[in-house]
C-alpha cells in the first residue's frame, strides 16, 4: 500500500483523455465521450485480472459492500457475520441494508474464526463477511464448507489485500462476491472508488442496476430506461475510474516492490526471539502491503509500538487501541450512536454487544503489531529501517 505513492504519466494520460471530452459520467453521451470508457474499461481489466465473469465499479469499497449486500437481497432482520478486526464500514454497510451485523472473533490468520463463525450461526444468518485484513486472507475453505453446509452467501472484503491470493485464485474471487475499496490509501486508488467481482450473474446485474437508481441500463436513452426494483446512487465517476485504469495495470508491479520490501522486513524480523509472524492460511499468497507479528504479551507490545514511533519508525500499527479497526473502540455501534433511529429489530438484536466476550480476539489483537510496507523506500531505506525495526524490537522483549 498505498498506489498514490507511484502516481505518475498513465494516470495523468487516463484522466486527460476524459477531460479532453468532458463527459465525466460513466453513462450515456454516447456522441460526447470520444470513444473514452473508463469505467466500462476498468472493469474489463478487473474481470481479466481477477478471472471473473462480473465486476461492476462504484463510488467507494463501503459502497461495494452495500451494494454486494443489497444484490444478494440481504436486508431487514436478516444477520451478516463479520470479525471483530476490520475496518468500521463492514459493520456500516450491514446496517445500512436493515440488516444486523454480528460480530465474531478473530484468530492467528488476524481474521475470522471459522469455529467461532460456525458458534454464531442462528436461523437469521444470511452471509459470512470475512475481511482479508492488511494484506492477508481468512481461511476461506474453511468458511466456504460452513458456508456451503448452512446455505449462506461468502461475501470477500478484499480492500486490503487485492493482488493476493488463496489456492491460485485471486482474493475476492474465491466467494459469491468480492469487493475491493481503491481509496486513497489502497494498493490501487481511484482517489475514491470501489469495485465489485462475481461469477453469478443475477448479482452482477442486480449490483448495477442497484448503484445507479435501478436503471436497467437497456437502450441508449436514460430517460426511457425501466426499473425493474428501487436502487439508489453509489455510481463512481469517469475521472476516478481513469486513474483506476492506470493504476490497474500497474498493480503486478506494486505487488513484487512490495514483496521485495516486505520480504526485507520479514528476514530481519526472523532473527528477534519471541516475535512470531500472523498465520496465512495453507495455500494463500499474501499481497504484502502489511507485515503483521505476534510480541509475547499486552505489555511488551505497548512498549515496543512506543520505541518504534520514538525511533521515527513510521507506519506501524498497533490496532488493539485504534478507534476504527477494532472493535473495543466501537462504543458508537455498541451503545448505537445514531442520527436518526435504528430499526427496532436491529437495535434489540443489537443489544448482544453489549454482553459479548471478545476476549479470544483480544488474545492475538493485544500483541499485534502491523507495519505497512511502502512503494516508494529505495533498497537501502528498508534496509536500514528493517535493521533498526530488528534492534528496536529485541530490545523490547
Ligand atoms: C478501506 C476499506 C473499506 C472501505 O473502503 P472505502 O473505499 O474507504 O469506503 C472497507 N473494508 C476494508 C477492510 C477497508 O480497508
Not at 483523455?17 to 465525466?24: I, M, R, S
Not at 513484487?256 to 520480504?263: L, P
Amino acid at each position: 500500500m498505498p498506489g498514490f505513492e507511484l502516481f505518475g504519466e498513465l494516470e495523468r494520460k487516463h484522466v486527460n483523455d476524459v477531460l479532453d471530452n468532458g463527459v465525466l459520467m460513466r453513462y450515456g453521451f454516447d456522441g460526447m465521450r470520444n470513444r473514452h470508457w473508463k469505467a466500462k474499461e476498468l472493469e474489463a481489466a478487473l474481470t481479466k485480472r481477477f478471472q471473473v465473469q462480473h465486476a461492476h465499479l462504484v463510488s467507494s469499497g463501503t459502497a461495494a459492500l452495500t451494494v454486494s449486500l443489497a444484490a444478494a437481497g440481504i436486508g431487514a432482520g436478516d444477520e451478516v457475520i463479520m470479525p471483530t478486526f476490520t475496518f468500521v464500514a463492514s459493520f456500516e454497510s450491514i446496517l445500512m441494508l436493515g440488516a444486523v451485523p454480528i460480530l465474531v472473533d478473530i484468530d492467528d490468520t488476524l481474521t475470522l474464526d471459522p469455529k467461532a463463525v460456525e458458534a454464531a450461526i442462528t436461523p437469521k444468518t444470511k452471509a459470512v463477511m470475512p475481511v482479508h485484513m492488511c494484506g492477508s486472507m481468512a481461511d476461506l475453505h474453511a468458511l466456504k464448507t460452513i458456508c456451503d453446509s448452512h446455505k449462506l452467501l461468502l461475501i470477500e472484503d478484499a480492500c486490503q489485500a487485492i493482488g493476493g491470493s488463496y489456492q491460485g485464485k485471486p482474493l475476492g474471487s474465491y466467494g459469491d462476491i468480492g469487493c475491493f475499496s481503491f481509496d486513497f490509501v489502497k494498493t490501487i486508488t481511484c482517489g475514491e472508488g470501489g469495485g465489485i467481482i462475481t461469477n453469478n450473474s443475477a448479482y452482477a446485474k442486480h449490483a448495477d442496476h442497484y448503484s445507479d437508481h435501478g436503471h436497467d441500463h437497456v437502450g441508449n436513452d436514460r430517460g426511457a430506461e425501466s426499473h425493474p426494483f428501487i436502487g439508489y446512487n453509489f455510481r463512481i465517476s469517469e475521472l476516478n475510474a481513469a486513474v483506476g485504469l492506470a493504476q490497474v495495470h500497474r498493480l503486478d508491479d506494486f505487488i513484487s516492490i512490495q514483496k521485495k520490501n516486505y520480504t526485507i522486513v520479514r528476514q530481519a524480523l526472523s532473527t528477534v526471539h519471541g516475535l512470531t509472524f500472523r498465520r496465512v492460511p495453507e495455500g494463500g499468497v499474501e499481497n504484502y502491503s502489511f507485515s503483521s507479528f505476534f510480541l509475547p504479551n499486552e505489555q511488551t507490545t505497548r512498549k515496543a509500538q512506543r520505541k518504534l514511533s520514538e525511533a521515527g519508525i513510521d507506519g506501524c500499527f498497533y490496532w488493539y487501541d485504534n478507534n476504527w479497526h477494532y472493535y473495543r473502540k466501537w462504543k458508537h455501534l455498541s451503545e448505537q450512536h445514531v442520527l436518526g433511529r435504528l430499526p427496532s429489530e436491529t437495535s434489540e438484536r443489537l443489544q448482544y454487544l453489549q454482553r459479548a466476550d471478545f476476549s479470544a480476539s483480544d488474545h492475538w489483537m493485544g500483541r499485534t503489531i502491523s507495519c505497512l510496507i511502502k512503494l516508494s523506500w529505495t533498497e537501502e531505506e528498508v534496509r536500514k529501517r528493517a535493521g533498526a525495526m530488528a534492534k528496536i524490537l529485541r530490545s523490547a522483549i
